[in-house]
């Protein structure tokens, strides 16, 4: 691999928010990377591994697993059309959507239940 320039795996964990524990064990699970190491055989990433670190940090937070994002990853790396990749993405925002709509509901009940204790003597 060529000796690469960029950020070393701290300053990626502090601009990601991630820890350095979650960095490697995302790049052991092939959702980032391959990622360059310097002359001296340290990891360092580039513009693009952070943004793409970001993507991840994203999907995560919208409650894909690491087998969904593992299978996002195969098919971004894919010689194929951008087909199941957008389908891959519409099934997931068609799940977060019922998600949001099952959080309302909730919502809703817990703003009922507080009207109504809030109002008793």
Do not use: N
Not at 1 to 20: D, F, N, W
Not at 59 to 88: K, P
Not at 104 to 121: F, M, S
């Amino acid at each position: 691999m060529t000796a690469v320039t960029g950020y070393a795996p701290g300053e990626v964990a502090q601009r990601t928010g991630l820890s350095l524990d979650t960095l490697r064990y995302y790049e052991r699970e092939g959702l980032v990377g391959p990622v360059g190491r310097s002359a001296g055989g340290q990891r360092r990433y580039d513009e693009d591994d952070v943004a793409w670190i970001g993507i991840v940090t994203c999907l995560r937070d919208a409650g894909l697993g690491i087998a969904d994002l593992r299978r996002f990853t195969e098919l971004l790396r894919a010689e194929a059309g951008a087909d199941d990749r957008v389908a891959f993405l519409r099934r997931r925002r068609t799940e977060l959507l019922d998600q949001v709509e099952r959080i309302r509901a909730a919502i809703d009940v817990l703003d009922g239940k507080i009207a109504h204790y809030a109002t008793e003597p």
